[in-house]
């Protein structure tokens, strides 16, 4: 039997995914990651030498398609707006929900980002436990925010949600346990940047909602970090774990595929075929002398031993017979070419099938309607998910804040007017992960089809949305 790890034990359901997770996190981040993981994702030659492979390596460049696509894909969840109605004693949160000056709108970007790349993200809704009075009363809400003592979301992403539980209670499925995990700085003075990793672990235990903090001391074991933690909502302990999953398609801990995972294959694949390309390259770039019928060990006395290429000297090859001659590849490598030119045009059908329809029948004009808008795609049902678990946390905070009032965030699912068809997205999503159209160009493009708003200008559009432009090797920034 396999030896418990104690607070850092994870679900099978983590163990399966964590490399997959990774593997969608590097693809995303670029090529310095892809290079970081070395022969993961670009496997050794045989009998490749270190120096060797790592030359190959970094001569390799890696296209990130991956990037661009959740780039494109985030753009069009929040060209419009989101809806947004909480009751006016929250209001002022919304500017800093996670109390690190993240406003709501930038937070449900974040959280639409990580769910495109790994299709999993967690939101814990919490607040600061609340001190007493002197008389050893509960202070007042009015009292908390004072002190800042106010209700926040802090976002979870997928390989720090390490274990949960679920039970049936009263019925009812609820979450009864969720580890999660964190750093903590541990600065000795004020210029250090020390950090430990702490596991927070969030609990029901007699139907009563705990947290509890640890750490891994010295010797390996779990050491509790503070006491036990009961939060209170209106001066009693909550009866639930104020913890949200979001998927790509549903609220509940299941974990699902990353959506976009064919496209990260996708990009790993034409990785690899450009290192073959580039390996080519490199090794016939360059005509090569040879020279035929001459032994320099035999040359006559008096005569050079030696074969010079340029420059002022003279080889004398004492074999009339002999024969210098340069030969140089006459292949430009057609079959790989056409091989990465293939996966990129693959990439550009695999970056837009968030925005297919799932079914597959038109029955009517506003069927029609619907499916070029995207409102029966992947996309709109991650929207719709991602809006529910907002609108669901949005109403733990308010009752925390003991508010009252309608609750709602919805994100904007009409992401295609009728004035663009699929295939032209294809094409502009295709163009735009190639580089052939700057993020600027797209921008044009999308403001003409009427995707974007025609009075947002492109550096509104860029500062609402946060589309950062990746820099390709050898390519100045897009949005330059």
Known sequence: MEQSKGVRTTHPEYDEMLETWQRCDDATDGEKEIHAGTIKYLPKLAEEKDADYQSRLKRTPYFNAVWRTISGLKGMLFRKAPVVEVPAAIEPYLTDIDMAGTPLDVFAQDTCEEILTTGRIGILVDRPPMPENADGTPITVAQAEAYGLRPMFQKYEADSILNWKQERINNVMMLTLVVLKEEAALNSDQFSHVCEDRYRVLDLVNGVYRQRVFRIDDKGNDEQVGSDIIPLMNNQP????????????????????????????????????????????????????????????????????????????ANCLPDPNAKAYFVETSSNFTALRENLNEKKAEMAVLGARMLEQQQKSVSSADTIRERSAGEQSQLAGMAQITGMSLTKCLQWMALWSGADGDVKYEINKDFVPASITAQELTAYVGALQTGALSEQEFFVKMQEKEVIKSDVTFEEHQANVQIKAPVLQGQAPVNA
Not at 287 to 311: E, H, M, R, V
């Open 238 to 313: 909550l009866n639930f774990i104020p913890f949200e999953f979001i998927g790509v398609d549903d609220v509940g801990p299941d974990v699902d595929t990353p959506p976009l995972m064919d496209l990260v294959d996708m990009t790993i694949h034409h990785y690899q075929v450009s290192a073959d390309y580039e390996h080519g390259c490199h090794f016939s770039g360059l005509p090569t002398l040879f020279i035929s019928g001459y032994n320099a060990d035999n040359a006559q006395p008096g005569q050079p031993n030696k074969i010079y290429i340029g420059g002022p000297s």
